[in-house]
Every structure is written in C-alpha cells, then in structure tokens.
C-alpha cells in the first residue's frame, strides 16, 4: 500500500525552502485515491495539494480550497470570539489551531481546523458561559451542574454554535492525570503573546509553548495524526533556536521533558534532516520507530491500555502512580450523570466516586476510566 509518508515530506520540505527530499514514487489510479483518503484521515490534504509538484500526481484542488476556506471562518471566529471574551475574562489564549497555523505552517490555510481551544483561569467560568452564550453558542450539555462539575474537576467544556463551530474551553491544557510542569514549572505561565491571525490579534502560547503542547498532544492521541507532526516540524524549521526554550518550560517535569525530545525527534525522522539550528537530542530510537509506524498505517492504532502504556513509557515510576491514581479517582462525566450533586456540596464526588465503583463497576477504578 502506498505510504503517505514520503509525499508529506517532499511537500513539507519543498513548502518551508528546504533541500528537495527524495522523489515520490509515480502513482496509479488506485494509489490516488488511497493517498487522497489518508490525506484527508491526517488533515494534510492543503499541504499536499500545494507542496507536491503536478507531476507528482496528486491533485485535489476542491477539497484543499474548501479545507482553506473553512480554516479562514475559524480564524475569523476565533478573533471574534477573543474580542468578545478577553474583556470579561482574567486570562484567555486561544490553544493550537489558527494560532499554531501562523506560528508553524508557510500559510495557514493549509492547516486544517475542526475547533477552536480557549485557556481560561479557573475563576473564569461563568463569565465564559456567559459571553459564549451571548456570541450564539450553547453548552453539548443541558444541565447547568454537570457543566459546572466537568470545568472544576479539569475535563473542560465544549460548546457548539448553529453555523458549525465547536469551542473547547478548560482551565488547563490537558486531562487532570496528564503530567504537565505546571506543579514544579511554572514558566509557561508567561509563555504567551500576541499572534496574528487574519485581521486581528489574540493571545496565544509562544512558539516554544507550543511545541512542547503539540509533543504532548501527539502522545497523548498515541500519534494518531501526522499533521500534528507537521505542527511540530514547522516550528522547529520557523523558530530555529526554539528547542531550548521549550525544553527550559518542561524542566524538572519527567515525562514533558521526554515527550519533547520523542516528540522533536519524530517530527525530524519525517520530515528532516536541518529542521533546527539548535538540533534536539536524539530520540530512543524504539519510540521514534513506533511512532513512524502508528502514523505511516503499519501498526494498528492504539487505545485503551495500549495508548495508556505509550503514556507510561515516558514516565517516572512516581509519575506512572499519580497517573494511574488521579486517572481512577478523580470524579468525572459517568459521577456527575449518575448523581448530579449541588455546587456546593461537590466535593463529595471524590467519596461518591470509589461508592458508585464497588456498587456497580469495578473497572471504572481501572486505569483509563473517566
């Protein structure tokens, strides 16, 4: 089967003004359409239309001006949206997508976007349910304190507007058992700036914040989609000195430390070599080698305790058990379904939650349940 692998390197290369990667093998008419597929699967369908060369075969004009158009509305929306909400709120920047398309692709309209990731400080949640609500969303869920329950324990909120667009919006970048320096590192708290997106500016990681986010986001999907390897080679090759600061805001946090470097390392045996000026250290190559077949289709993804093992090969030992313990005991969306506690009295999920596990699951106390 034909890999999309060497056809995303040649167009990355050839789109950031690198040295020409090797040519592609000529396709047939069934190689097309499996190449189109994938690039569709893997959100790469803008960078392969621009960056291949007509010989190349590949052509799918329709399918990138619509991906482009829809990445524009999302920007647009999101400039809305931030200049709405940044009045009302003490903290917003606006995560990954149309902010990472500027810091990290050669034009951003190549980069695909399903939604919009806000940031905002834990004080901020009725102010944000309230603005959102004025700007034509509405919350996926109905009941006012399961959505409250879901922003204070850390699992975030998703709001869905009526011409198609999706906000997430939590208090912090990832679920509560994921490891993140935030307890031992706290410079990331001024990793932030103005980005421009299409008319306006928002607030958003630097480019060194954003990689070390789009390392771990990778391992946390278990590399489920090579344009999130895009993400990270395109900062790599439009910030050149930019891996020592992002190692600088993984410092003293184990597994963020190593998922940068697998995360880098990966990123180079894709689409490199020269993608840094400061180079990262090398990889583990067993990681790298996993990870290339996870995205190249040769391995069957992952999930369950597989995506949960992925996890641990990157932890500590004491971070593989706070992992594991915040990921069986920390209440979330099954606790707040089956007794919606009063606000006030919400602390008593983390009681609750081992209660409703020996009555009716056990497994939920497995790692992986929510």
């Not at 592609?24 to 060369?53: C, F, I, K, N, Y």
């Not at 909400?85 to 920047?93: E, F, G, S, V, Y």
Request: glycine share 8%; proline share 10%; charged share 20%.
């Amino acid at each position: 089967m034909v890999s999309l692998v060497p056809f995303c390197r040649q167009a990355f290369r050839r789109l950031h003004g690198l040295a020409p990667a090797a040519e592609t093998p000529p396709l047939s008419s069934a190689d097309r359409e499996v190449l189109a597929a994938q690039a569709r699967r893997h959100r790469l369908t803008g960078l392969l239309q621009a960056g291949l060369p007509a010989e190349a075969g590949f052509a799918m004009p329709t399918a990138a001006f619509g991906q482009a158009q829809r990445a524009a509305r999302f920007a647009q929306e999101a400039e809305r949206l931030f200049a709405l909400l940044a009045p009302r709120l003490r903290r917003l920047a606006l995560l990954k997508g149309p902010a990472l398309a500027a810091q990290a692709w050669p034009q951003p309209g190549l980069r695909s976007c399903d939604d919009l990731d806000f940031l905002c400080d834990p004080g901020d949640f009725a102010a944000l349910v309230a603005g959102l609500a004025a700007a034509g969303y509405a919350p996926e869920t109905d009941h006012p304190r399961h959505l409250a329950h879901l922003w204070h324990y850390g699992w975030g909120t998703a709001f869905r507007h009526p011409d198609g667009f999706l906000v997430e919006a939590n208090r912090r970048f990832f679920p509560p058992q994921y490891p993140w320096p935030g307890r031992c590192n706290g410079s990331w708290k001024t990793a932030f700036a103005p980005v421009r997106l299409e008319e306006a500016e928002v607030r958003a990681p630097t480019p060194a914040l954003h990689l070390l986010l789009s390392c771990l986001h990778a391992v946390w999907h278990g590399w489920a989609r090579l344009a999130w390897l895009v993400d990270v080679a395109g900062l790599l090759v439009r910030h050149p000195a930019i891996f020592p600061q992002a190692q600088a805001l993984a410092r003293r946090c184990s597994f963020a430390e190593q998922a940068l470097i697998a995360g880098c390392g990966v990123a180079d045996a894709l689409f490199g070599p020269d993608l840094a000026a400061s180079p990262p250290p090398a990889a583990p190559p067993a990681a790298v080698a996993e990870a290339i077949a996870l995205l190249d289709g040769t391995a069957r993804p992952l999930g369950g305790r597989e995506l949960r093992r992925l996890h641990e090969r990157f932890m500590t030992p004491a971070e593989i058990a706070f992992y594991r313990l915040r990921r069986a005991f920390t209440p979330g969306d099954g606790d707040f379904r089956w007794i919606a506690l009063p606000i006030p009295l919400r602390g008593l999920y983390w009681l609750l939650r081992p209660l409703r596990g020996a009555l009716y699951d056990t497994s939920f106390l497995k790692p992986g349940a929510r």
